[in-house]
């Protein structure tokens, strides 16, 4: 994958979960990355912060700004060849009081840089979607011909967003890509995630672990893996016009993935059913499982099923970052 080395590289989204180990990653292959965060006038760069004084950062220029402004896109874009489009408003929960947010930002803000892009005639366009398009599985494992449902707000947000992507390839030859990550976790993930939410509930002093549905079937990809595969899809030219699976094609429910961690970490707790953690019955999405063969047809590569021998990284990064996280809170 040395074809990054010189390469400007944009990707929005970047102080979140996964950008941040994009962008280190990109850094380390020898990109000049221009990372968008969002603004704020503390200047906090998110889960970037800790680049402002490494090494690798001299390749590093961060942008704060908004994708929801058209030119400041413009600018954004100026004389980057590949993009990885990863800002979006994600979760699920909040997606119920604020939808119209989701909609600017997932939907309007992704027009916003798909103009950028076909003006600065960029070289690649990676939209980073989300495996929630799909909502409950009609069947397993879920190719990519698998009809779309809009469950939330949220996914709703995230197939508008993806048909935007497609018509400016489809209008515009726009070289774009959608790619659909399945859930992701590791290290810098925050408590959104059910991962991090139940080892920080059992490596705290709290009594009991507080969960919502403990019956969803998720399928579980480790944080570089996805960046792996990012990559690689950036970097070939039959992913073009397409939208691709990213996941192991392994499911774990939420009631084993709390056995598994329990049994690592060796705490036994119980666990209390949250009601404001449940969410409404026919939002709820009972099954995601990745049928993955479309990614290894493509670039012959596919994710390992890395849960448990992965789960020790994330448990010491959560367990050493523990202050991070607020237990015996609920925030959506």
């Not at 049994?263 to 969410?279: L, S, V």
């Amino acid at each position: 994958m040395g074809y990054l080395e010189g390469k400007n590289i944009l990707v929005t989204g970047a102080g979140g979960f996964i950008g941040s180990h994009l962008v280190e990653e990109l850094l380390k292959q020898g990109a000049n990355v221009r990372a968008l965060v969002f603004y704020n006038s503390f200047n906090n760069w998110g889960l970037l912060e800790n680049f402002r004084n490494r090494n690798l950062s001299h390749n590093l220029e961060v942008v704060p700004g908004d994708i929801r402004d058209p030119q400041f896109c413009m600018l954004l874009m100026k004389k980057q060849e590949i993009i990885f489009h990863l800002a979006a408003l994600i979760s699920i929960p909040y997606s119920y009081v604020a939808p119209t947010s989701y909609f600017q930002t997932n939907v309007l803000g992704t027009i916003n840089l798909l103009e950028a892009a076909k003006y600065e005639k960029t070289g690649r366009f990676i939209h980073i979607s989300t495996s929630e398009v799909y909502g409950t599985a009609l069947y397993t494992p879920i190719d990519e011909k698998h009809p779309l449902q809009p469950q939330s707000p949220y996914s709703a947000s995230k197939i508008s967003g993806e048909n935007a992507v497609m018509s400016y390839y489809n209008a515009f030859d726009l070289p774009v890509s959608v790619v659909r990550p399945f859930n992701n976790f590791g290290p810098r993930q925050s408590a959104r995630g059910v991962i991090p939410t139940i080892i920080s509930q059992l490596i705290s002093d709290k009594k009991n672990v507080s969960l919502g549905s403990l019956e969803p079937v998720r399928d579980y990809i480790f944080v570089k893996d996805t960046v792996e595969g990012l990559i690689r899809i950036a970097g070939s030219d039959k992913t073009m016009g397409e939208t691709i699976n990213l996941g192991t094609g392994r499911g774990y429910s939420i009631r084993e993935i709390f056995k598994i961690i329990s049994q690592i970490t060796g705490k036994n707790k119980k666990i209390i059913q949250d009601p404001k953690r449940i969410r409404p019955i026919k939002s709820e999405v009972w099954k995601l499982i990745c049928d993955n063969r479309k990614l290894k047809k493509l670039i012959n590569w596919c994710p390992p099923a890395s849960l448990e021998n992965k789960l020790d990284t994330t448990i010491e990064w959560v367990a050493n970052n523990l202050d991070k996280f607020q237990p015996n809170i609920y925030n959506i």
